[in-house]
């Protein structure tokens, strides 16, 4: 069966005379809801005449407005001229061009076209994304999420009431491709883990509300959302955020991170998925993202293979197009399946190690990989000591020993409320004296939980350069400094203490899912200090 015509200001959109400027070559690439021209240096992108429920552009109003919107909110995380406006497409007589006088039959979003060779999900094949570039990625987005706008309205609109009926409409409009795209036990599998997690983790959900993390986000946070650009501010473009139903917009921050960290898996990179929500985390300061993670990204793969689906009932996309969407949800239905059939390992995991030593870093991917929450002892003194302006000197301020104390008191009494709610936990600190760790121990014993500590090393050349390399990046909340570290080595006293089982020295200069592997291998051998 052929594919359904285009519409005739569509087609004529691809020949070089509807355009106002001289223009070598026009490409169109359709989605289920757009056709995108790209022209040139220069995009044009319109909206189809649908309604999908979801989505409504069905009059020449609302697809102007939605042209308008998607400018305006597209400026916040891509700025410096990018998105250039809103454009007609003007009919006379029988032909059509992009703006003129004639009758307005439609309007395009007008861009310029960003560097296909800086694209997130390009350089990913070409194994071009390194931890810098994932940290800018990761700070970027915390500094939008930050400056975005939050409050009763916003709750009201995305929140958890929100969140939950968004996951009733997918799975009610993923039902007529039962059999199509996603099989009955795979599709039950994950209705039925999503239904138990609404229900246990309701008040954590709710809380979310309370605590300021529902706000106007992005939406659609992929890595071909995501471009790294010089030419633009901050030489970080993310862009193509949703603008046409503020019900997927409006949401909790870590649930637009967990966008891009389920597209990192599904791209088959989970080293960098982990790593970009450790950094995540740590420069926005959200220590229980990690416990809503499987759950966020199950959510955000279901949506992704619900809109692969739905090209599958497109009249205008063409056979191969519609088998390769077929392909690409089927992959994404397994992906949230892998989600939901994932458990969190439950138990207590001290990272330690002096500062530059790599635990923070360490600490935020095994976070990530456990299902844990993340207790940074960085991250709580920035809650609790206003932070700003220059180093301070070393054992003053809010290093002092008594400000030292006060932080490792709350990360203990914190950590000791979640272990009660049964949550597995994660200390981030530097930990390196044994009366530091003494209290932590004890908690584990007290709670009859397994214990972990991991000592974190670097050669001393290894550090300095870190130090001197990551000053001052916005992905870490680290205030290490190379005097620091050499104080701290004076003190450092490796835990002994503890047998063989419950501790691990990881040599941070070694691969990062090298790392990981050797701290889950001693996670899964009992442990000898177990009650």
């Not at 021209?37 to 220069?42: A, E, I, M, S, T």
């Not at 439609?106 to 071009?128: C, F, I, N, S």
């Not at 959302?225 to 901050?234: H, K, L, S, Y």
């Not at 701290?488 to 990981?516: C, F, N, Y």
């Amino acid at each position: 069966m052929p594919s359904e015509p285009l519409p005739p200001h569509v087609r004529a959109l691809r020949r070089k005379t509807a355009y106002p400027h001289p223009v070598s070559r026009i490409e169109l690439i359709q989605t289920h809801i757009s056709y995108v021209f790209l022209v040139d240096d220069q995009v044009f992108k319109l909206k189809k005449p649908v309604n999908l429920g979801f989505v409504d552009f069905t009059t020449l109003d609302k697809r102007l407005k939605d042209c308008r919107d998607e400018v305006r909110l597209n400026q916040r995380g891509c700025p410096g001229g990018v998105y250039l406006g809103v454009v007609p497409i003007t009919r006379h007589r029988s032909s059509y061009r992009i703006g003129g006088t004639g009758e307005v039959v439609d309007y395009a979003v007008h861009m310029k076209r960003l560097p296909h060779e800086g694209m997130m999900d390009v350089l990913l094949e070409q194994d071009g994304v390194d931890f810098d570039m994932i940290g800018r990625v990761a700070a970027r987005l915390a500094d939008l999420h930050r400056e975005s706008d939050s409050g009763p309205t916003i709750v009201r609109k995305g929140g958890f009431a929100t969140m939950r009926r968004n996951w009733r409409d997918s799975f009610d409009q993923l039902r007529p491709f039962i059999g199509r795209t996603i099989g009955q036990k795979r599709f039950h599998t994950i209705a039925s883990f999503v239904t138990s997690f609404i229900g246990r983790e309701a008040s954590l959900l709710r809380q979310r509300d309370h605590d300021g993390w529902i706000r106007d986000c992005h939406g659609d946070l992929r890595s071909d959302a995501v471009c790294f650009d010089d030419a633009v501010p901050g030489g970080i473009c993310i862009y193509d955020c949703i603008e046409f139903n503020e019900q997927f917009r409006l949401s909790d921050t870590g649930l637009d991170a967990a966008f891009l960290a389920m597209d990192l898996d599904y791209r088959r990179r989970p080293e960098l998925s982990d790593l970009f929500v450790g950094l995540y985390a740590a420069a926005i300061g959200d220590k229980q993202l990690p416990l809503l993670l499987d759950f966020y990204k199950c959510y955000r793969a279901v949506v992704r293979g619900k809109v692969e689906s739905l090209l599958l009932d497109d009249p205008g996309v063409s056979k191969a197009q519609k088998a390769g969407a077929r392909r690409r949800a089927r992959v994404y239905f397994r992906l949230a399946e892998s989600y939901a059939k994932r458990r969190a390992r439950r138990g207590l995991v001290l990272v330690t190690g002096p500062s530059g030593s790599g635990k923070s870093v360490l600490a935020g991917v095994l976070a990530a990989r456990l299902g844990s929450v993340i207790l940074s002892t960085d991250m709580l003194r920035r809650e609790l000591f206003e932070a700003g302006g220059e180093p301070e000197p070393l054992d003053t301020g809010r290093y002092a020993p008594a400000a030292r104390e006060k932080v490792y008191d709350e990360i203990e009494r914190q950590a000791a409320a979640f272990l009660d709610q049964h949550r597995p936990v994660l200390i981030d600190g530097t930990y390196i004296e044994r009366h530091q760790r003494d209290p932590v121990v004890a908690l584990a014993r007290e709670r009859n939980t397994r214990l972990l500590v991991v000592e974190c090393t670097a050669p001393d050349e290894v550090i300095k350069a870190r130090q001197r390399h990551r000053e001052g990046e916005a992905w870490t909340t680290s205030e290490g400094r190379w005097e620091v570290y050499l104080a701290q080595k004076q003190r450092l006293e490796p835990a002994t203490e503890l047998p063989d089982t419950d501790r691990v020295v990881i040599d941070t200069t070694t691969p990062l899912d090298q790392q990981i592997e050797a701290v889950l291998a001693k996670l899964a051998a009992p442990s000898t200090q177990q009650p």
